[in-house]
């Protein structure tokens, strides 16, 4: 089952507001992988197979961002595979990018950041028979990874790394929220997903259809801390892809739930209690 195509809500592309577009650029497209979808001198479309991921913006005064706000934990790319992991292992290795990594059971994730402190993860998923569920909550750990069975992989090709396979989507995002319990009630009974693991009170993984997570959230921040300033760096917005029946539900449960939701032109606005802006999109 893919669980990033219709009729599965997912995360299409994420919008950063960025200090430094050219370094940027350079840093999503030459170490990444990414390439250039279109480009405009304040902003810059990226991703892979001619969809966008990522969107790099600069908005006029925007400065670093200096404190704790909710925001963007990491954004997560997912590889069509195994042997495509290994070879941005490699890559980045050469690159010099210093980088942590994980097992979490039902994917293997490389973890690093870009120029200006955003967290990127960067994984491939077992096939779902591969995961263990319990009690409807997918088992997840933080395990070492197999490094040298993943370069191993990546030595069964001759090609050499030359940027992301063109099946590569945005697999989920992962966000800090200000609030866990209201974050929840948000996601599940606005936006209709379901919860599918927990870190104790600390973070929780919300899905569609049985998905490890599209979605995560925690509070490694601090509870209560505000959202992102509009002119600090960081999350602009997220896309989540709907079905036209899910998101008008949607649309139904978050105007019930007394929270405002903006038509725009080819999408709908909404931000999350912590103040994350998502554009629900068909």
Known sequence: M???????THVGEIGLKVVDIKKMKEFYTEVIGFEVISEEPHLVALGA???VLVRLEVIEGITSK??????????AILLPTRQALGKILVHLHQQGIELGSSDHLVSEALYISDPEGNGIEIYRDRTPDHWNWSNEEVSMAVEPIDAQGLIEEAQKSPMLWCGL???TVMGHIHLHVSNLTEAKNFYTEGLG???VSRLGRQALFVADQKYHHHIGLNIWNGEGIPALPEKEA???????????ENRDKAIENLRSRGTEIIKRDEYWEVKD??????????
């Open 165 to 167: 396979p063109a099946e």
């Open 193 to 195: 997903l379901e919860v």
């Open 66 to 75: 200096q404190g704790r706000y909710t925001g963007l934990y990491h954004l």
């Open 273 to 282: 209690p912590s103040g994350n802006s998502i554009r629900l999109v068909v």
């Open 49 to 51: 197979g001619g969809n």
């Open 2 to 8: 893919n669980f990033h195509n219709k009729p599965v």
């Open 234 to 244: 960081g999350l602009n917005y997220y896309t989540l892809i709907m079905e036209k």
